[in-house]
């Protein structure tokens, strides 16, 4: 059956790092594309990255561009999220989830931000950031 695990979460201070992993397995991963999201205590899980199936597009939340980068070995069968800059309020669980689509755009050009648009998802990481 399909699996995502991510790791990598952890407690960190504001403007330090971290580097989140999702190991696929059990699904053509070199062919699908990836996302990652979130969620804070008590608000929606939201959108935060996503990479096409040969990491040739990737696309961004308003809220971490410049700061988080998305990437993609399918060698490794995994997907990574770089995150620097942190601040407190990317605290929340991040998931990582993967389409049954190779593209994270369609023709009229909309990008695959909805949690509904991926159809495969992980437990989750915690990410805690401290002021």
């Known amino acids: 059956q399909v699996q995502l695990v991510e790791s990598g979460g952890g407690l960190v201070q504001a403007g330090g790092s971290l580097r989140l992993s999702c190991a696929a397995s059990?699904?053509?991963?070199?062919?699908?594309?990836m996302g990652w999201f979130r969620q804070a205590p008590g608000k929606e899980r939201e959108f935060v990255a996503a990479?096409?199936?040969?990491?040739?597009?990737?696309y961004y939340a308003d809220s971490v561009k410049g700061r988080f980068t998305i990437s993609r070995d399918n060698a490794k069968n995994t997907v990574y999220l770089q995150m620097n800059s942190l601040k407190p309020e990317d605290t929340a669980v991040y998931y990582c989830?993967?389409?049954?689509?190779?593209?994270?755009?369609?023709?009229?050009?909309?990008?695959?931000?909805?949690?509904?648009?991926?159809?495969?998802w992980g437990q989750g990481t915690q990410v805690t950031v401290s002021s």
């Open positions: 990479i096409n199936w040969n990491g040739g597009s990737t």
């Open positions: 989830a993967a389409a049954q689509r190779a593209q994270i755009i369609n023709g009229g050009g909309y990008y695959f931000t909805n949690r509904r648009e991926y159809d495969y």
């Open positions: 059990g699904l053509p991963f070199s062919v699908y594309a």
